[in-house]
């Protein structure tokens, strides 16, 4: 969802007076429509929960699309988002907000995570480079993605050696991970407004919509034990990915615009046969809190219905916030 997230501003003010007016006005079949979220039991249904092994390369997911790697000897953080300011209508008034890093902290204490790698940002929307600045600063990693992202982490107060401006096709060695970034688009009508850069360094507090997109990738993760595609906006360009290998998408949902051809430009092209939906969840929620589909905008039963449908041999696999699991099968537990 964007920018405000993945989502065009307009359509958020829209959702937003939508969600006032059933408030005051009663609304009954439209209000259920916005209060009840269906789809989260075919989500436990899909329920992925593969105990890892000593030395197995784990993803944890923690709501959106942040995503930790791990094989405990090295580690990455893709799209890290902890802070999650509560507040549907202070997302659609374009409020000041900032992270905040005594939750961070928290998180990280909470997933074991004391030292990464590296960080890496998909795009620079709020709900995935806000806190990532912070969580480099607290571990130590190297801050990879757009200008954008390098100008968070310079608002965040890291020094120019932690960080690192990414092009399309660059790959870099991260421990025991390569990784690529590849050029992506933004789910949605406006190609994911806020669009543009982010000219300087952004230091919190800030808007909503000073968190411009900065351009988007897919980010490519290769291990010994597998590879992983980290796809979080529901984008592509057209054939980028053909020549690329992936054994597991995480794949972003929100705002999908046309499945089937989503699924091949993305899950085909590199060859997947498992994806891991994941920017389903409404960001506006405390992540301590039940996690719920984002209203309107994402439709997890029709997700999963259609993928049964169109793709009845890709294994679609659904991850609890903040349990790690075994990627892959050599590294599951007995």
Known sequence: MASDPEVPVKALRRLGWLALGLLLG????????????????QYAEHRYAQAAAPGALTA?????????LSDGAHALFIDPFFTRPEGFFNLVRNRE????????????RRAGVTKLDAVLVSHSHYDHAMDAGVVAR???????????????????????????????????EL???RVTFVESKHAGATGGAPTGDIVGPLAPPARYLDYRQGGTYSILVEHAQGRVLHHGSAGF?????????????????ALLPDLPTHLAEVVDAVGARRIVPVHWD??????????????????LDGFFDAVGRLRPDLQVQTLEAGAPVALFPQGAAP
Request: hydrophobic residues 50%.
């Open 60 to 68: 944890t997911w923690f709501g959106v699309t942040a995503v930790l």
């Open 237 to 253: 360009v057209p054939g980028v990915l053909k020549l690329r290998r992936a054994d597991v998408v995480f794949l972003g949902i």
């Open 26 to 41: 009663g609304g009954g079949v439209a209000a259920a429509f916005y209060f009840v979220r269906p789809g989260l039991p």
């Open 282 to 299: 409404d960001f506006t929620r405390s992540l301590d809190r039940p996690l719920l589909p984002f209203p309107l905008v994402v439709d």
């Open 97 to 108: 907000i900032a992270p905040d890093e005594a939750l961070i902290a928290s998180w990280l």
């Open 175 to 177: 421990g025991s991970f």
């Open 138 to 172: 607290l571990t130590g990693a190297r801050l990879l993605g757009s200008a954008s992202t390098a100008n968070i982490g310079r608002g965040a107060g890291l020094p120019e050696a932690q960080l690192q401006v990414v092009a399309s096709g660059d790959a870099v």
